[in-house]
């Protein structure tokens, strides 16, 4: 897998699919939104008006859509909507998966690993959740057992 910025527009995310045509096996996800973004982060970098974070993932995904891109990465919380609204086909990788219980860090919009498969993700990242636990094992044992719940 790949990733290309969706906000680079279209020209950028067809480029990426293009330059990935000769690697048959390779995915081009398009990065929507940061997980550690808010709203207010948005009208930070002028996307203003009523537009949510999440209206603005689904518009970021369509546009990926549009230009071949094999799936998205977003957060969590917009996995239900973006599988509504892409279908089963495309790929919904989510960061910004923490455990039961632990701090949601600098995640805006976080969830848990069960939680994000059960709302369409096709695959959950795991990062800081399992490397800066006391004992990586014991977490990453966690992190599969809340996902074969």
Do not use: Y
């Amino acid at each position: 897998m790949v990733t290309v910025h969706s906000m680079g527009g279209t020209g950028i995310l067809a480029a990426a699919v293009a330059a990935a045509r000769d690697f048959p096996h390779l995915r081009v996800l398009a990065l929507t939104v940061v997980t550690s973004m808010t709203g207010s982060d948005l009208a930070d970098i002028g996307i203003t008006g009523s537009t949510s974070t999440e209206e603005q993932v689904l518009r970021l995904a369509r546009l990926a859509e549009g230009a071949g891109c094999h799936g998205v990465i977003a957060s969590p919380q917009e996995a239900g909507p973006l599988r509504g609204v892409l279908g089963p086909g495309m790929l919904i990788v989510t960061p910004g998966v923490t455990l039961p219980g632990q701090s949601r860090g600098e995640h805006a919009r976080p969830g848990t690993p069960r939680g994000s498969i059960a709302a369409g993700a096709s695959h959950v990242v795991v990062g800081r959740a399992v490397t800066r636990a006391e004992d990586p094992a014991a977490a990453f044992r966690l992190v599969r057992a809340d996902v074969q719940m």
